[in-house]
Structures are given as structure tokens and as C-alpha cells.
């Protein structure tokens, strides 16, 4: 008898337990767009990304950052104190299987304004790149030049892109590791064509939350079979790098991406950012001398690396 009574119990307990975790999930959703929406408009303030009257063009490529980032610019236009249009853009650039009714379908469904321009750029590709080898630049300076083209045709003076935090990051290790340069993925730049300024509101965003933002949002992903498909590149060893780094070593990638905005030229060796050849005694004190003999700021006794944490959930 007390067995029936326990089961009893627990069948009328079991949807209070499904509405408490569905409250539970609903409130993470929430703190999650919450918190994109402070990063986006952070990095929109931080570097004065939109300004009043501007027209934006969002590059959408059917996969997860720009479906995020041109959901988060359609909630901060809402909520702005200025006024800015939106128009999303993809270019086709007619990858075999690729699905050319699932964006316009989307678009239309959250009713923004958009278009899709056709551009044969993969039989290009293909053409001039041996099998094996990297597309990724070629196929970057084409589609660079077409949206440049298109952004002049719908009078937008923004190009917005999505890469994220860890696009920056890995792009950083590339031309290091690769380049031999310091050479990041800046937030705002000055196209190649000296008519349009390049934007990343996503620049303070970390991959792992659009990659959950996309799976509450249910955006229609589409994969790119071009780029996609290449299993070896060298940008794909970099982000295995950082994500161990992020098991292993808490706060290593915040304390890597926050150097990227706190830099010495005077303890570098680059002769351009710095005069060198001047330099001569002083006789004053500077607080941001010579530091050659002090303790390594980075190295703690408990772990070896400073805890930085960026995001503070709301």
C-alpha cells in the first residue's frame, strides 16, 4: 500500500517538476539574450559602430553568427535612441545542394528587408584552386568585392559582419603562429575600397554562446560544402587549441582576448610603433619602464594563469 501511495505522489509531482524546468530553461534563454544584446551593444558603443541614419547591411550567410547577429540588430534597433535601417544580404554563390529557398523564407517570415545576390563565385574556386587546398582566401576576396558592390547598389554605408570573439582570437594565432605579424580581426575598419566601414557588433561574443543561441532561436542552418568540408585547416587547429585551453586553463582565452585591447608598444620591437632610435635618458621616473627583472604577471601559485572573466550574467 505505501509503494501505491509513493507512486501516486510522485505521478501528480512529475508536472510540477516539468514546470519548474521549463521555468528553469526559459530563464537561462532569457539571461542568454540578455546577455548578447549587452556584448552587441557594448562593442556597437565601444568602437561608435552605428551612428544616427546609418543603413546596415548584414551579411548573411546562412549559418549560425550571422542568423545571431542580425537577430540581436533587429532587438537593439528597437531599443535605440537612434534611428538605423537593416537589410540582410546573401550572396549565392551557387554551391552544389545549396538550398536557395531557405533564406528568402526566413527573411520574409521576420519581415526584414533583403536580397540575395547570384554569383557563380564556387565554379570560380574550384577552377582556379587544386583539390585539397585552401579556398578560404580566394574565396574571401570574391565575395569581399561582390558585397562591397552590392552595399553601393542599396546605399548602405555599413557592411556588418558576424564574427565573434573567437574569430578574433584565432585569427590573431593564425597570422602569428603563420604570418609572422601581431595582426588581429579589428572590430570597425575602412573597406578595401575606402567607401563603406566594416563592422563586427559580435566582437565581444564568445562562439559557444551563438552556437546555444541558435539551437533556442532554431535558426534554419545552412553548412557551406565549400569551405565547410575541409577538414585540415589551420584555423580548425587553432580553435581545438583554445577550446582545450578553456577545459584546462580557466580565464587563459578572456586574458588573451583582453590584450588585444591593452597593448605596450614601448616593450615591443616594432620600430614603427614605437621610436626606438630616439630614445634617450630623461631623467624623469616612468611608471612603465623598464619591468625586464620584475615577477612574471601572468603566473599565480594556485593555477599559473590570472582568472579574468569578462561576462557577468544580468
Known amino acids: 500500500m505505501q509503494a501505491i501511495n509513493e507512486s501516486l505522489t510522485a505521478q501528480a509531482d512529475a508536472p510540477a517538476a516539468v514546470a519548474k524546468s521549463q521555468e528553469k530553461i526559459t530563464y537561462e534563454n532569457n539571461k542568454l539574450h540578455k546577455r548578447l544584446c ?13 551612428e544616427d541614419g546609418d543603413k546596415v547591411m548584414v551579411c548573411l550567410s546562412g549559418g549560425k553568427d550571422s542568423y545571431a547577429l542580425l537577430d540581436i540588430l533587429m532587438t537593439l534597433r528597437e531599443r535605440a535612441p537612434i534611428h538605423f535601417d537593416i537589410v540582410a544580404v546573401n550572396l549565392d554563390q551557387k554551391q552544389p545542394n545549396f538550398p536557395a529557398d531557405v533564406l528568402p523564407a526566413y527573411l520574409e517570415k521576420i519581415g526584414i528587408p533583403y536580397h540575395i545576390e547570384n554569383q557563380d563565385t564556387y565554379s570560380i574556386v574550384k577552377r582556379l584552386i587544386p583539390e585539397g587546398k585552401t579556398t578560404c582566401s580566394l574565396c574571401s576576396r570574391l565575395r569581399r568585392g561582390i558585397l562591397y558592390r552590392v552595399a553601393d547598389e542599396l546605399g548602405a554605408n555599413k557592411i556588418a559582419l ?20 601581431i595582426k588581429g580581426m579589428p572590430a570597425k575598419l575602412q573597406s578595401d575600397d575606402g567607401k563603406h566601414i566594416v563592422i563586427r ?28 568540408s575541409q577538414e585540415n585547416l589551420q584555423r580548425k587547429q587553432i580553435k581545438n ?10 580565464g587563459r582565452v578572456e586574458n ?8 605596450v608598444p614601448s616593450h615591443l620591437m616594432d ?8 630614445l634617450q635618458i630623461s631623467g624623469e621616473a616612468n611608471p612603465d619602464g623598464d619591468i625586464a627583472f620584475d615577477e612574471e604577471p ?8 590570472i582568472q579574468l572573466h569578462l561576462d557577468q550574467d544580468d
Open 38 to 50: 549587452r556584448q552587441v551593444g557594448q562593442a556597437i558603443g565601444d568602437f561608435n559602430m552605428i
Open 298 to 305: 601572468c603566473a599565480t601559485p594556485a593555477s599559473g594563469v
Open 201 to 228: 557588433p559580435m566582437a565581444y561574443v564568445k562562439e559557444a554562446d551563438t552556437e546555444r543561441y541558435a539551437q533556442v532561436k532554431n535558426f534554419p542552418i545552412i553548412p557551406c560544402d565549400l569551405c565547410g
Open 256 to 263: 588573451i582576448f583582453s590584450s588585444l585591447s591593452t597593448v
Open 271 to 278: 620600430k614603427n610603433l614605437f621610436n626606438f632610435t630616439d
Open 241 to 250: 587549441l583554445m577550446r582545450e585551453w578553456d577545459k584546462k586553463y580557466p
Open 162 to 181: 558576424g564574427h565573434h570573439r573567437d574569430d578574433i582570437l584565432e585569427t590573431f594565432f593564425l597570422n602569428m603562429f603563420f604570418g609572422g605579424k
